[in-house]
């Protein structure tokens, strides 16, 4: 029987990697260096490719969510948790030693190209947030790793702050995604995550390379008790990782205070009032419908939805259902509902926030309920569509229903569609529970200075 031209490909490519060193997740020395290199850092002779995984088996470590970098990621945290070093003292340690690099070969590697390929031959940005997630985590666990109670540890992503897009990434060029721990506070890090992509094979890496930029925040819990427990503290050393420590400790302090304070009086008037002013269109919705404004569409009337059981191949090293893949299938739900809205291909601009409130177990029935809570449609060139995705774990024999986690997203449309005539609705709240969330974003992003 002839082969197809499939497999005839599958096995020239093959054939092209047989004997080759992995390549792509780069271990780096722990020597201090700038935070980001204008080069690519050699590789080690040792190191992961992204795209390894798909072309040989590789051991079944329990717990292992399975993605051709997800397997690379955890690959490489067996190795360091098998062989651990260190004592029980906590110590320092310098950005420089957590520091990881993970290279996609998309221009030469077909097989990993088509995994993160759409259908509009464009990025699967969920697919790489899910990545993103993988990769703080090894972060995590290897910021930890030197510590001698490393094993005992649970690293579970607490939150994350913001995921922003700073120009379209091309799902036909080589990438990397390289991040390291930025803060470090008594049980809590913050690391610094980029999404590296140069527009040509010949240029340098600057800050022009720099397509994606991400913050994670994860917690470390004691296995036994569950209760906070401390860990390695960080010790910036260049310029740059002193920047983003400063920086890191400011959001500390900021998420901290608005916990502490509450809002003023006059601030809760100033909102009652706010209240009132979106809530006043939503009537005319509810009791004149014939009168409504024909621009604008009641926020209930964009609710989506989906659910899944939670699947053991879906669990992470702990037995929990792996972060990443939870922000996947919430980027995923948000789209779909912006690409119903908007009517047209919607374009990622930003993860506002990620909240991981309960964890998610194997076996948890979960929904995913997404809707757009407000659009800015102010500039012409670029609407915004904002989107709130909330999931809750169901349990029926209990009849009980918790949120889970609350996702952020923001989207915009092609500036060429907006000069075709569309245009993008505005969105009303028709209850006060809908109205104080639409608030209560609007507020969050104001301070964006510090995000």
Partial sequence: MRSSSATKLLANSLLRNRGKPDAGLWIPASRSQKMWSSTVPPLDPNSIDAGSSLRKPISLWPGMYHSPVTNALWEARRNMFENPTGDDD???????????????????????????????NEIRTGKLV??????????SFKHCSGDGNARSMILVTASVDRIIMKRPIRVDADLSIVGAVTWVGRSSMEMQLQVIQTQDANQSVDSESVALEANFTFVARDAKTGKSTPINPVLPETELEKLLWKEAEERNKLRKQKRAEGKEEHEKLKDLERLNELLAEGRVFLDMPALADRDSILIKDTYHENSLICQPQQRNIHGRIFGGFLMRK????????????????????????????????VGNFLRFKSRVLYTEANSSAEPLINI????????????????????????????????NGLTIRNVVPATEEEARRVIERMDAERPSSLA
């Avoid at 070969?105 to 990993?112: G, N, P, T, V």
């Fill in 90 to 120: 906590l110590t320092a340690k310098s950005p420089s030693r957590s520091r990881t690099c993970i290279l996609y070969k998309f221009s030469s590697d077909l097989i990993l190209r088509e995994q993160y390929r759409n259908p509009w």
């Fill in 330 to 361: 919430a980027f995923e739900l948000a789209f779909s509902n912006a690409y119903t809205f908007a009517g047209v291909s919607p374009r990622f601009l930003e993860v506002d926030r990620v909240d991981f409130i309960k964890p998610v177990d």
């Fill in 388 to 419: 709130e995705v909330v999931a809750h774990v169901t349990s029926p024999e209990l009849r009980s229903s918790e949120v889970s986690n609350r996702f952020y997203f923001t989207f915009s449309v092609r500036p060429e569609t907006m000069k």
């Fill in 130 to 139: 899910e990545d993103l997630d993988a990769l703080a985590g090894t972060i």
